[in-house]
């Protein structure tokens, strides 16, 4: 079955909603990838996140004899079976942590165990967040048991597309599944994950989410299964892991440890060191002597990386390292492990700056260095010697001179195509502190350091991306996954894919506020679709779109409104077609301009973009409707769907039981910080996930009966949940028991909490025959029953109220919305006008003064002020599939899905005239055609097609044959012939007098025949895509001739295109 949509629909005709909702990441244009080659080369993958990655070699290791006691600790730990399976190593910036991590990786790893590490890393790129952290462990898991390769293979191979899903998925289906299959006796033990610098993610939430993933491995224990954490101590480390219970975890603060054992360890340390520095600049034998080491370990003040800081500047001095140990041994030693951190930095930077400059000389100098220094340490992602070179617009040249003195705080490889990073990210607090970094020629303005970048960054962009089809294919369906990495690592090279991905966040960060006709406003009118173009080779539409929400939340509308109109109509164009931006990005050209709006600022800015190949384009709506986004992925029909207060997530439901694994019905609600959501279940229960990871966190047992239905309270400290065994039920989130249960005589169907009110709303319905119907207020503190509204004669879904919690809509299958007196009870007003193709289903509460507006199924809104239809949005009808009529116009047949053909008299329009028919049918009607003598054409679900009389009603003809379902029929001029084309892969020709079977075509046999085909939501010529077809515009039925295409949509439209033959480009 195809993939069900949902529709995310602009709020301006229903009441406001925040910006940035709708935002969804992910999904296809047609289909799965086909895998070539090695499938596990999906998988994302950050080369840089192992403890041994190339270019790590000089990372060090404990010495021999040093940290002996937290080591054989950790040992312990790994090798035993007390059912503590997470070692938790905490401790201050500098203690040495990740020195521990990289030992105790290394020995695990010499022994041939079972195995897999992340090093996470503030400005690393890939290492800076957990988009790739579940396919790096699975992929460097593989390489150490052949087993479990062969299960993630299999894996990789029944979902193509998982790669592209939420962590928790991945994790669950790349690393929980293969490992549970696993035999314990198929590995060397034990399986260990080494995770370093927890706390340095970008965001608290990849933080919860690492730790929810692993609270969740619990079971694997009987493969003795150990995660080894080091991490600071911060506030979102410690929160994330409060999921992990006391009993499952071991914890270690580093800097707890006794001064004496850590001063002994750093004092071998540096004896080690500075031996090594002795021997190699052939320095005098007793040199630097133990007090001179006995006064660095003091000015150490416990802190590994001021040692190591310390030595390494002291190498660099060459035969004057003696100058170098006595600029560091200058001043007494403190107590405090910051300030003592604070001068040797200091210490190290004026040191870089020659005296033999002058005064003048000097500040071109310290200029260089605060501009290269301070673009490292701002940067989002770490950048080689080439790359900031060409992105600061200097020569290789002087960056080599303004660094060359700084290896003791950077790392600086020779090989300039590596990257440039600091040894700690303590130099990173250094310099963007002026309260630690007092010399003002070294500190670095952090907000004048982005704003510098941002016009780094659109500089190079205006100059690289200033052509359509950056990459040169001239194939408008050309995909991303067609094209080789190396090709788009010639293309876009570590400085442009830079530029592309942060600039937005650089200016974000400068606190820069964008303006009509400035440089940012310049760009996009220039190079939008080439910027959207190069994210999407670059796989990074999503981060593109969440470019431009931020983009348009930093624009005041008052102040710059040309600026923000075009980014708020870029946020439209985007997210309509993100489908199939990210996998076809030459479509941007194609397919999301001619299908834009007619007004659409981006349209008609960029109207000269469309290819002359599109000699017809089709007629367009003149403004965007109020669908954002259609999301594709539920397999079977979506019942449920709800946005989180913020606007920043959205929930779905289906009968594909994939909410969220654990039950199979809806979503019903989402507390206040989108941290929470709520579903209710066939068998009773109603759970609480965490929307972030995804975890199951409570099931609230207590109906007797399927629980449909639930709601949060305003400030998110109740629950409201209703049942078929007549309850409704409030719950504290998160701790146990109900907090009370109040009772209906019949199944509730809906509740609700009333805005700016301590009061629940629920509704119920009586059994099928009585139709009794009931709705309640209940008070939400006392659990007291306030009103009782009567009036609706079928039972009521919704229960929206205005905001100061006065007034109160119920809508109902009785086709009415009533308006109620939230504290009187009393009916203020009854909606009517609904009509039979749709119930009322949805209502929503405007906050315009004075309105509520409600939604219905059938397509219209009504507004409560007068009580009138407002609006009717034909295009999301149901029920009726098609309205064909005789060629002489009087006469008009609709098809069902109650399976009845009816005729019309098209003239009086009052009614099924004298000469209707009501024709049953076995299936849904799925297409009616007009034919000559008065024939008529019914296709129908079951794989047959039937002609009847349309004066006499008589069936004259049942075609049978098709293996699938009849999607279209049509008769040849002179009605002698019928086709049927069918989802069987055939057309079909038959004889329209006797029915007999003439001939029948194979799908790839018509596409040889012809030029042009529609296929898979795709304009084809000769087989190749060349014109995608946005959700809105895909069609029910296709007519072909020559190089025109006819498209018919089941909104009722009809769209004309004409292509020019020959080479697209």
Known sequence: MSDQPIEILSAKNFGPIPDNSGVVVGGDVSGPATIIGDPLQLLPFAPQASFNAAGNDDDSLCLHNTRVEILKQINTWANGDDGRYIFWLSGWAGVGKSTIARTIAREYYDKECFMASFFFSRGGGDVSHTGKFVGTIALQLAQRCAAFKSLLLNAVSNNEVIAGTVLKDQWNELVLQPLSKLEAGSFQAPLL???????????????????????????????????????????????????????????????????????????????????????????????????????????SAGLFIWASTACRFISKGRQLASNRLSLVLEGAPTTQPEEELNRIYTTVLKSSVGDYFDEQDKEEVYYSLRKTLGTIIILFSSLPTLSLAKLLHIDTEEIGRTLGDLHSILDFPKDPTQPVRPHHPSLRDFLLSPQRCRDPQFWVDEKKAHKAMVNHCIQLMSQKLNQKDLCGLGDPGARVAQVPPENLARCFPAELQYACEYWVQHLQRSGTQPYDDDQVHQFLQEHLLHWLEALSWMGKTSEGILAILSLEAQIPADKSPNLYMFVHDAKRFVLYNRLVIEQAPLQLYCSALIFAPEKSIIRRRFEKCIPTWIQMKPRVQVNWSAALQTLEGHSRPVTSVAFSPDGKLVASGSYDKTTLEGHSNSVTGLLADGKLVASGSDNGTVRLWDAVAGAALQTLEGHSRPGHVSAFSPDGKLVASGSDDGTVRLWTPLRSGPADARGHPDSVTSVAFLAGRQAVASGSIGPRRARTTRRSLWDAVTGAALQTLEGHSRPSRQWPSRPDGKLVASGSH??????????????????????????????????????????????????????????????????????????????????????????????????????????????????????????????????????????????????????????????????????????????????????AALQTLKIDSLERLRTLIVSNNWVKEKGRNILWLPPNYRATCVAVWDAKVVLGHSSGGISFLQFKEGLKG
């Open 193 to 299: 994950l080494i995770i370093d610098a927890l706390d340095e993610c970008d965001k608290e939430s990849d933080v919860r989410q690492v730790l929810q993933l692993l609270s969740d491995s619990r079971h694997l224990g009987r493969l003795h299964f150990r995660v080894f954490i080091t991490s600071r101590p911060d506030i979102p480390v410690r929160h994330g892991f409060l999921v992990v219970p006391g009993q499952d975890r071991q914890d270690f603060v580093l800097h707890n440890i006794s001064q004496s054992i850590v001063d002994g360890d750093i004092f071998t340390f540096l004896q080690h060191a500075l031996s090594d520095i002795q021997q190699k600049f052939a320095l005098t034998k007793n040199w630097p002597g133990d007090e001179a080491i006995k006064h660095l370990v003091r000015k």
């Open 814 to 995: 009785d086709e009415t919305v009533r308006l109620w007196d939230a504290v009187t009870g009393a009916a203020c007003r009854t909606l009517e006008g609904h009509s039979d193709l749709g119930h009322v289903s949805g209502l929503l509460a405007g906050r315009q003064a004075g309105g509520v507006r409600l939604g219905r199924q059938d397509g219209q809104v009504l507004g409560r002020r007068y009580g009138a239809a407002l609006q009717t949005l034909e295009a999301i009808q149901t029920g009726s599939r098609q309205w064909p009529s005789r060629r002489t116009g009087k006469l008009v047949a609709s098809g069902s899905d109650d399976g009845t053909v009816r005729f019309w008299d098209a003239v009086t329009g009052g009614g099924p005239c004298r000469r209707s028919r009501a024709i049953p049918s076995l299936g849904h009607v799925s297409g009616l055609l007009a034919g000559p003598a008065s024939w008529w054409r019914q296709a129908r679900m079951t794989g047959r097609s039937r002609l009847w009389d349309a004066v006499t009603g008589a069936a004259l003809q049942t075609l049978e044959g098709h293996s699938n379902w009849v999607t279209s029929v049509a008769f040849s001029p002179d009605g002698k012939l019928v086709a049927s084309g069918s989802h069987d892969g055939t057309v079909r020709l038959w004889d329209a007098v006797t029915g």
